[in-house]
């Protein structure tokens, strides 16, 4: 079975911009969670879909979102780009309903330069 | 609020020296533990779960982690160390009221010596 998928993998973007990155999950899989990682903050939960509904949000501005398509495929966007947003952006995506219970299994993540 | 705490950013062992890795969670309910192994440039892979089965927890690649709730603990250690464990890993704990969310510690960076 493949693994997550994440495209793409290397982006390099100026401030002011925005970039749209995209995730495949396990194939059954139908929770897909996002974390961004940065040196100085490490792991951060950004948000978390199932069945096309965003159910949990973490702590960052609404310049980040995302949607979720009926093949469980996901998207998230980050709109007006700032150097802070330079990270590696990491895909998960669970069996389950994303409960605390599940597993999730992680993509190889998009690295993103903001120059 | 659910957090981890990794006790040492950077540990060094030499090759075939026992490999431990501290893991320190707060919770007020039972909490589900995970281990991951991150690789340069990769994503982050599964090593071992715990979900209150056993205290003793047996990963891939020779990891085990033992629970201990007295000690608000979740160690992770391995007999020998190998030059392909090199990585960084990482504790994390799922929050029950938050789903889909893992709060991850800050990570250990492992380095392994010939």
């Known amino acids: 079975k493949a693994g997550v998928t994440q495209t793409p993998r290397y982006l390099i973007k100026t401030r002011g911009q925005q970039v749209t990155l995209s995730c495949s999950p396990i194939?059954?899989?139908?929770?897909v969670s996002w974390y961004q990682q940065t040196p100085g903050q490490g792991l951060q939960f950004l948000f978390e879909?199932?069945?096309?509904?965003?159910?949990n949000k973490g702590n960052f501005p609404g310049r980040f979102s995302g949607r979720q398509f009926s093949n469980s495929r996901s998207e998230m966007n980050v709109s007006t780009l700032e150097l802070g947003d330079s990270a590696l952006y990491l895909c998960a995506s669970s069996t389950l309903a994303g409960g605390s219970t599940d597993t999730q299994y992680f993509g190889p993540g998009t690295r993103l330069t903001v120059l | 609020a659910q957090s981890v705490t990794q006790l040492g950013s950077h540990v060094s062992v030499s090759e075939g020296a026992l490999v431990l890795l501290r893991c320190n969670y707060s919770s007020s309910v039972p909490p589900y533990l995970f281990w991951y192994v991150q690789y340069p440039n990769q994503g982050l892979q599964l090593l071992l779960k715990y979900t209150s089965a056993a205290t003793l927890v047996k990963g891939i690649n020779g990891f085990e982690a033992e629970f201990k709730k007295s000690e608000t603990s979740f160690h992770l250690t391995k007999p020998s160390a190998h030059m392909s464990d090199a990585a960084e890993y990482f504790c994390?704990?799922?929050?029950?009221?938050?789903?889909?969310?893992?709060?991850f510690g800050k990570g250990t960076k492992l380095s392994v010596k010939p």
């Open positions: 994390a704990v799922s929050d029950p009221g938050s789903q889909g969310n893992l709060i």
């Open positions: 194939s059954g899989h139908r929770s």
């Open positions: 879909y199932f069945s096309e509904t965003q159910r």
